[in-house]
């Protein structure tokens, strides 16, 4: 999967994305980016810090899934921004920022038509 394109196609999908990227497991990005004129709401450190969290998350999540299923996406409202996690293999994690007032339920659909 060409995951630079992935991620182009994300941030062009709805007005609401502020960014897509997809970290490995150590929690740093690989690919992706922010929209233009987007302001960090995270440094650089704080937002591995939390990729570290996602997959740590993912991590317990793959460990349930004989019983509950596989994962198929995580999504965390904050008072500024929303995340969405989609895992994509057992080494990277797709990671989505929204505006809070973002449909993410229609983002989520149309990330996983992507995806299949």
Known sequence: MDYDNLCRSILQMDSKVR????????????????????KNIL??????????QALEGWGLRKSLSPKTGKGKYA???????KRITIPLDDDH???????VEAD??????NVLKLLS
């Open 43 to 52: 440094t650089n450190e704080e937002t591995r810090k939390a990729n570290l």
């Open 93 to 99: 994690l797709l990671l989505i920022t929204t505006e």
């Open 104 to 109: 993410h339920a229609q983002i989520i659909s």
């Open 19 to 38: 960014s897509a990227g997809i970290c490995d497991v150590s929690g740093e990005m690989k690919h992706g980016g922010q929209k233009e004129g987007v």
């Open 75 to 81: 999504m965390t409202e904050y008072e500024k921004i």
